[in-house]
């Protein structure tokens, strides 16, 4: 009785495999593997960290520069409905104010992030299982964030205080804060600050290339330039809503400057719904959400097609190696 089992499953063995419904069933979990392949082409491509990082640098500094310009207006009206304390009327002029010394932080900073995105999801996605890329997506744009917050909180304190009116030029915003507050006060709101971008930039980018993964492989093809853009769109909108309470305590902390009205992350919360109510943390999050989502659609569209590019001028031996 012992080789019994045996045979009986040998048997079923055969005739499953001339079953069309088991047949079906096995091409369901093929498609279901394939699920995955989008999240490993890249891990499968052989890794060149010095191309990645330049390519991601200038990729994402031409993608910020070209969002932050086209898109000011919005975030300078956003900053002031979340400065303005109770029933403060909204100031409507100067709404490009502190642009050129914005630009002069956004190029580096926004440089340095993809820069470090890159290669670092390149590394993770090579490290991790294949059914969990969202884990590499996620910490990959956690520590992009951490490098680039270096120089954003500066250029984001300096900006936000000429939006407010508290300073005419960045020359002038840069040497009161340093004679005010020293050079801490370039780093106002930095916990809040981290608080806010570490969590935007990894649900953000973690949304957009999940949905770039389920995108390619239910189009078996690669993506064009409007439909990165319209991810990214989707992307950025979900995730800015979902962080405006964050974002509404980081201004308020950036542009309190010397007078120090709050004593902390806590205080600020605390403060604020105790004085104008809790809706007062969602302060802003009409423009918030259009400005990120609409400047989302441009970065993402913007850096992905300067990354083709760029990865259009790859030298001819290195695709005739490829060839071979």
């Known amino acids: ?31 279901t593997k394939k699920t995955f392949a989008a999240a490993s082409m890249e891990a499968e491509k052989p890794f060149d960290f010095f191309r990645t990082l330049f390519e991601g640098t200038i990729a994402g500094g031409t ?8 898109l000011y207006p919005i975030d300078t009206i956003k900053t002031r409905l979340q400065a303005a304390r109770g029933g403060g009327k909204i ?13 002069a932080g956004v190029l580096p900073a926004s440089a340095i992030f993809v820069g470090v995105y890159e290669p670092t999801k390149q590394k993770l996605l090579r490290m991790v299982p294949e059914n969990l890329s969202a ?4 910490t990959a744009g956690a520590i992009g964030g951490l490098a680039a917050s270096l120089i ?27 004679s005010k507050e020293g050079f801490k006060g370039f ?24 949905l770039r993964i389920g995108y390619k492989v239910a189009a078996k093809r690669d993506l064009n330039d409007p439909e990165n853009a319209l991810i990214g769109a989707f992307a950025g909108a979900l995730t800015g809503a979902v962080t405006t309470p964050l974002d509404v305590i980081k201004t ?12 902390g992350i806590l205080d600020c919360v605390q403060t604020i719904v105790r004085e104008e109510g809790p809706p007062a943390l969602l302060k802003g999050i ?24 760029l990865a259009q001028r790859q030298p001819a031996v290195q695709q005739d190696s490829k060839k071979d």
């Not at 009986?8 to 079906?24: F, G, M, N, Q, V």
């Not at 993608?63 to 086209?70: D, L, N």
């Not at 002038?172 to 340093?178: C, D, G």
Request: glycine share 10%.
């Open 63 to 70: 993608a910020g520069v070209v969002v932050e310009t086209a």
């Open 252 to 263: 308020r902390l950036m542009v309190q400057g010397s007078a120090n009205q709050y004593k």
């Open 1 to 31: 009785m012992g080789p019994l089992p045996l045979t009986i499953e040998a048997k079923s063995s055969t005739l499953a495999s001339t079953d069309p419904y088991h047949k079906s069933g096995q091409n369901l979990s093929l498609k």
């Open 286 to 309: 009409g423009p918030r959400v259009l400005w990120i989502g609409i400047g989302g659609s441009i970065f993402f569209g913007v850096l992905e097609r300067t990354k083709r590019l």
């Open 187 to 210: 780093y106002a709101g930095y916990g809040s600050f981290l608080l806010r971008d570490l969590p935007f930039d990894a649900i953000q980018f973690c949304i957009y290339e999940q």
């Open 135 to 138: 884990v590499a997506h996620l």
């Open 152 to 178: 954003r909180v500066p250029t984001e304190v300096v900006k936000q205080r000429m939006q407010t009116g508290q300073f005419a030029s960045a020359p002038n915003a840069v040497r009161l804060i340093v």
């Open 91 to 103: 100031v409507w002029k100067g709404l490009y104010s502190g642009l050129a010394g914005n630009l």
